[in-house]
């Protein structure tokens, strides 16, 4: 090997909310293990939000085990930025073993154990392609090349990198600019510009909210919006989900869940913005054009710019060796574990991995579980 190879009982790969919970309860069960994250710095994919991203629920309701977030001062719902700091504060006080920037390019099979493949010194790209800033270009290129042996991987990695935007017709052909929220900073470069939002959930809600004071807009969703109750936030969206997912195990139909309630928290900001009538939504188009966009019954709509809010998947190449998935994107699980390969465990990225586990509340609900499985299974094995 022409690099550097270390051996622990349980590596994490990722080093944001999902990974740092992970984190905080291994260390409290004294085990031996690393964290490996590709950012530059602490902070997760919250150091690349939008500017003016609020949290769903107060500080409060927002913490990862062991330490509450403080309040963000003059904001009830903390900003993207706050968290940030919080998650960068967290790795601090409980000394969690961050490597970083490691890139993992694969996970393997090695003699029965796990073996991490990755690269040194080599930060992380923004999903468009372009590294966020110079302290994560790697150094010379391709950085060292190294290898982590565990015998349990914890894969954190979460859906920021993986964008998704809709096969539309006439995509190529549009002249203007195409985005996704992953691109999308503030208002200012859109001032005085046509945009198109596209997406029903909640990142279009606060775009737009924002985006309508500078620019004019346009909101497209596949359905019509359906608004939360002005009372209901993250802390309710969490009770309600975790109130499905255990009448789920216990074989019972699950109560009306967030999707019959709604699927827009209205935070201060998206209130503002629905009572001077900016969020008005139309159908969506069914095709772009060289200008703008289409409907089928040949109304068109001339724009500059396309902003995709469509979601996400799930960051899972890196598993690909492994040869676990369904075809669908998916690893099928029994709870967090990999069904067909047991040293493997998958955490944050959705309910599919534990009830809102990819908050941060839920993450560390679903993290407690999970170790306390892996430091079991490791008691086991001496």
Known sequence: MDGTEHVHDVVVVGGGQAGLAAGYFLRRAKADF???????????????????????????????????????EGREYPSARHVAWYLGEYERRYELPVHRPVRVEAVERADGALRVVAREGVGREHPSGATRSPSERPPGGGGRRAEWRARYVISATGTWRAPHVPDVPGRELFAGRQLHTVDYRGPEEFAGQRVVVVGGGNSAAQI??????????????????????????????????????????????????????????????????????????????????RTGVAWADGTALDCDAVLWCTGFRPVLDHLA??????????????????????RLFLLGYGNWTGA???????????????????????????
């Open 321 to 342: 060796p492994l040869g676990l998935e369904d075809g669908r994107g998916r690893i099928p699980l029994e709870g967090a574990r990999a069904a067909a390969e047991p």
């Open 208 to 289: 737009l909210a924002e985006l309508s004071q500078a620019a004019e807009t346009t909101w497209a969703t596949p359905r019509p919006p359906r608004f939360l109750p002005d009372d209901v936030d993250g802390r309710a969206l969490f009770d309600i989900a975790t109130r499905a997912q255990r009448a789920e195990r216990r074989g019972e139909k699950a109560p009306e869940g967030v999707g019959g309630l709604g699927d827009i928290v209205v935070v201060p900001t998206v209130r503002e913005a629905r009572e001077r009538g900016a969020l008005k939504a139309e159908p969506m188009f069914d095709r772009l054009t």
């Open 356 to 382: 809102a586990s990819a908050t941060l509340i839920g993450a560390g609900r679903t993290a407690k579980a999970t170790v306390a499985e892996i430091t079991a299974a490791l008691a086991r094995q001496g």
């Open 34 to 72: 690393a964290v490996l994250d590709s950012g530059g710095g602490p902070g997760g994919s919250w150091t690349e939000y939008w500017d003016s991203l609020r949290l769903f629920s107060p500080a409060e309701h927002s913490m990862l085990p062991g330490w509450w977030m403080p309040a963000e």
